[in-house]
């Protein structure tokens, strides 16, 4: 039986998710965005069949939709389909960073045609839009599944086989418990981000030169800081309860490491120190979603032009493609740590031994 899903917002997730929902068999993929151009580009590059000229008419058509709009306007799309007749029973998911906003909207509905599951791809990037959008963004990372109103084992199973191209782990959460989580491994890490590149701002003013020095460790931790500042404004709001815990908890520990700089307190702050390398070492990191998106590997280079033409043609010589290439401290001219990011393992694996025999000192975990 043909399938016919909606996907709603073509941004970096909706665009996302259906690039794997094309992929599905007896599936039709329609679209819908307020952005006219992201509609073209989605029917131009094959990521949805269609696009519909509102959104009532795509949920007309179909027996499923995915709204993958920023929270408030999935909250209007949830009102806008309780208010609709509907012929048939509609499967509703969404992609929202947070839940309980959304399993509010989802347990005033009254009407029973709809079945609702919220979902959150635990996979993205600092990027927005649609041609930010890739197929493989969800590959090994958790997508968390919270059940509402209306939705029964088979709608949650349906939801998973639906989206099975994406190879993600699918894992069904409360809804609580999805913002706790979510809001300590994700949501309250950005914030820090941004008050670290603030800092770093406030004393560019006392040294001009001084960001000329930010290099692996700085860039490394505040690459989020880049993300899109309106949806992470509005993902921080809507966790409000778990961030406000989380920030008087961070003054806390800050207080606590004040001190312990403060009474020159070595074996204590060599406790702590050696306390976060060991629980962050043990993070899963073959997993998208904890910490890395990608398969990493680290190349010690020492010329660093002839190094990175070098490391590139060896590879492309295996066919290995590389996602991603960033030079980590780097000390002009002289020394550096290559990070390549690849997409799966088995590429991660083969470059690292093509690597090796050509005389290259590697290491995955850095
Ligand atoms: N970016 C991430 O890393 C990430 C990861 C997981 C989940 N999410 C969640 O996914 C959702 C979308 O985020 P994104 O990163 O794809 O953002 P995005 O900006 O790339 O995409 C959002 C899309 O929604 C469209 N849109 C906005 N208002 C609309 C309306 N009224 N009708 C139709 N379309 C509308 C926009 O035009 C845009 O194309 C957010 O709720 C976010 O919390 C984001
Ligand atoms: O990789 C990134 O840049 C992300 O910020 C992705 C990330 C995250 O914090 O891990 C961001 C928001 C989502 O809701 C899920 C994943």
Same mark, same amino acid.
């Given at each position: 039986m043909e399938t016919t899903i909606l996907v709603s917002g073509l941004g970096l997730i909706g665009g996302s998710i259906a690039l794997n929902l094309k992929k599905q068999n007896h599936t039709t993929v329609i679209g819908f965005d307020q952005n006219k151009d992201s509609m073209d580009y989605a029917v131009r590059?094959?990521?949805?069949?269609?696009?519909?000229?509102? %959104?009532?008419?795509? *949920?007309?058509?179909?027996?499923?939709v995915v709204l993958a709009t920023p929270v408030s306007v999935c909250i209007d799309y949830l009102q806008t389909i309780d208010n609709m007749s509907l012929s048939q029973p509609l499967l509703v998911t969404d992609v929202s960073s947070v839940k309980k906003p959304i399993m509010e909207a989802a347990s005033k509905l009254q009407n029973n045609a709809i079945h609702f599951v919220g979902g959150h791809p635990m996979a993205g990037s600092h990027k927005h839009g649609v041609e930010a959008a890739k197929a493989h963004l969800f590959e090994n990372a %958790?997508?968390?599944? *919270?059940p509402g109103k209306g939705s029964s084992d088979k709608d949650v199973e349906k939801l998973e086989s639906l989206l099975e191209s994406t190879r993600s782990h699918f894992v069904t959460v409360g809804e609580q418990e999805h913002d706790q989580m979510t809001g300590v491994i994700s949501h309250f890490p950005h914030l820090i981000a941004s008050s670290l590149v603030h800092q770093a701002k406030n004393w560019h003013r006392v040294y001009p030169f001084m960001h000329e020095l930010a290099a692996g460790g700085f860039r490394d931790i505040t690459r989020i800081a880049s993300s899109h500042p309106k949806m992470w404004n509005d993902i921080l709001l809507q966790n409000k309860d778990t961030i406000l815990t989380l920030l008087t908890d961070w003054i806390t520990e800050m207080n606590h490491l004040k001190e312990l700089v403060e009474t020159d307190d070595h074996s204590k702050l060599q406790t702590y120190l050696a306390d976060a390398k060991q629980f962050r070492d043990g993070l899963p990191i073959k997993k998208k979603g904890a910490i890395p998106s990608f398969y990493d590997v680290y190349v010690d280079i020492h010329d660093q032009a002839g190094a990175l033409s070098e490391v590139t043609h060896l590879l492309a010589q295996s066919k290995i493609s590389i996602v991603n290439i960033q030079i980590l401290e780097v000390r002009e001219g002289i020394t550096g740590v290559l990070r390549l990011s690849f997409q799966t393992e088995e590429d991660q694996k083969r470059s690292k031994l093509v690597l090796e025999r050509n005389g290259y000192?590697?290491?995955?975990?850095?």
């Open positions: 590059t094959g990521m949805i069949d269609q696009f519909v000229p509102s %959104f009532e008419e795509g *949920v007309q058509l179909s027996d499923v %958790f997508y968390l599944l *919270v000192e590697t290491t995955i975990q850095y």
